[in-house]
């Protein structure tokens, strides 16, 4: 599918255009404290003109034969905020919520297709897991979207714990 720039997009967010469009693919999940699993995402991320992109996700886990969906999975909701550092470079920020009572604030840069951010502040429900730290990389490999994610959970370090293959559906 060809991507085609906003004509009323921010200038500080040209780093992270690739970005726009709706997501859709299969990912693996691993964890010490639980079991390894398969998952279908969907990630939209969306602009109006102004220095920020809003972006969803909902995912769903598979059959890792079938790729059945056999029950819903993580949704979050949130933030990419740009700020052009030089021409191709930007600092990001990014504000999320999850449906397991999480919200968290993410900084760190992009450039060259990439982009890598990192906790700073993590919050939690009462009822939620123990959740300390994360570090997120996403790339645009030959037009896809390629992304993973280390997590500081439940006494462990930071280490992997998803990482996905998604292929545009829209621009």
């Known amino acids: 599918m060809a991507f085609h720039l906003p004509d009323n997009l921010h200038p500080d967010c040209a780093p992270i255009a690739w970005l726009l469009g709706a997501w859709h ?3 693996h999940g691993d964890y010490p404290t ?3 699993f398969e998952y279908e995402q969907r990630l939209v991320f969306q602009q109006d003109g102004r220095p920020f992109f809003h972006y969803s996700a909902q995912s ?3 059959d890792p034969e079938t790729k059945e969906r056999i029950r819903p999975a993580a949704m979050e909701t949130g933030f990419f905020r740009s700020s052009l550092i030089e021409p191709g470079k930007a600092r990001i920020e990014v504000v999320l919520a999850h449906n397991t009572g999480m919200a968290d604030v ?3 840069e ?3 297709g ?3 951010i990192a906790t700073r502040g ?7 897991k123990e959740y300390v730290a994360g570090h997120r990389l996403y790339g645009n490999v030959q037009g896809q979207l390629m992304y993973a994610y280390d997590m500081k959970a439940m006494g462990q370090e930071l280490q992997p714990h998803l990482w996905a293959q998604l292929n545009r559906v829209e621009s």
């Open 114 to 116: 990439k982009i890598e």
């Open 25 to 27: 693919g299969n990912g």
């Open 60 to 62: 769903w886990v598979i």
């Open 34 to 36: 639980i079991e390894k």
């Open 106 to 108: 993410w900084f760190g």
């Open 110 to 112: 992009a450039a060259d």
């Open 122 to 128: 993590v919050g939690r429900t009462e009822t939620a």
